[in-house]
């Protein structure tokens, strides 16, 4: 049989044909447009994640036995607020996970309604990013579209219900609304009464690995596939791709080097931070997870490079960095505010250090080493959790860098295994949708049978003990130029 897993990201669409012994057998990419029609914010049509998802779908499966597409599903871009009116059109652009519009609702909820009842309600605190800041932006801001709000989903989620009519979402996305008891995997009522929603105007809630329908019959037949094909609910985008790297069960690390930044830890049991620096969500494997967020990551790379150096050549422009552990320029990665652990949407990026002598090299070298250090603060919570992490998966499209990859080793002083395919939230996908099938009984079972770690970058004593001392100057920056943002 084939799986289709799809990966619904900012700026492509990734979708990936996997048999049932894991083999991938194609991988298709579409592009569409992202608008930012203010400073910090951004957005997206909807329409267009459909219309070249069914455009990728086509291309994917081209050359094979449709026959033999058993099911789909999903890994998603988390956050997003996709509000429909009765008549189930978009009514107005999605509101996507890297605004930072809500400056305002975030203070509110954190605030006024008090961080200690958010987290009492769904195991976090809001932050920008999140869903329920976004409905009560709408509401205030725009209260004659909030009035005809019908449906609330996530983009993942508005995919699904446009190929199978099921007003469903999965427990790890919807963990990341601010609407989610995540402990007890329901709507929060006391959140549903903050936000001045219903219960009707949110999907059901679904295991990541559960059918939530079948492709409707005009979508089968314009895709050429069955209309007994499963879909399947599959996860956000960072539960998608720890389940693509196999980090399932209790106490495995997943780092992502993508748009944004994230380190993944599995837990068997729920827990929060108690400073809330850390996200409490549920995992895609019928469990839960910590994760720390950082905005931007492999996206401060592409700016640096294409934006600001005019280059594609991302490997050609590493090749001369020498001297880690010795650079004298730091960088900020906060190019859309910053998520974890800081909690600030007017955080912004910035170089310090740079001399007479400052290269090219340098500045490119502080780039890499600047999203080390973010994720790097991520993991110092989790550490004074009492959480001990000696070894890491890595995947998104920072992994293919060998040179970011011993940065990340050295600076976070783990063990960072490469695994065979870096495709993160595409097979993390196909993989929830065998399971769903039936294939496999479980996720943990099919995550065992299918991923497989082919190297593992060590950490280097001599340069671990360099890259501490840059840390520990580098954790001084942000609270010295705060009063700045």
Known sequence: MLYIGVDLGTSAVKLLLMDETGDIKNIVSKEYPLFFPHPGWSEQNPEDWFEKSMEGIRELTEGFDRSKVAGISFGGQMHGLVALDKDDQVIRPAILWNDGRTGEETDYLNNVIGKDKLSQYTANIAFAGFTAPKILWMKKHEPENFAKIVKIMLPKDYLAYRLSGSFCTDVSDASGMLLMDVKNRCWSKEMMEICGITEEMLPKLYESYEVVGTLKEDVAEALGLSAD????????????????????????????LGTSGTIFISSENFGVDENNALHSFAHADGNYHLMGCMLSAASCNKWWMEDILKTKDFGKEQEEIQKLGENNVFFLPYLMGERSPHNNPDARAMFIGMSMDTTREDMTQA?????????????????????QIERTKICGGGAKSPLWKKIIANVMNLKVDVIESEEGPALGGAMLAAVGC??????????????????????????????????????TIYPTVKCLY
Not at 229 to 254: E, L, P, R, S
Not at 457 to 470: I, Q
């Open 438 to 475: 039936g294939e496999y009984p479980d996720v943990k079972t099919i995550a065992e049978k299918i991923v497989k770690v082919v190297d593992t970058v060590e950490p280097e004593e001599e340069l671990v003990k360099k890259y501490e001392e840059k840390y520990q100057k580098f954790r």
């Open 229 to 256: 094909v499963k879909v399947i609910a599959g996860a956000g985008d960072n539960a998608a791709a720890a389940v693509g790297t196999g980090t399932v069960g209790d106490g495995m690390c997943n780092i992502s």
């Open 367 to 387: 780039v890499l080493e600047g999203v080390a250090f973010g994720l790097r603060d991520s993991l110092e919570v989790a550490r004074s959790l009492g959480i």
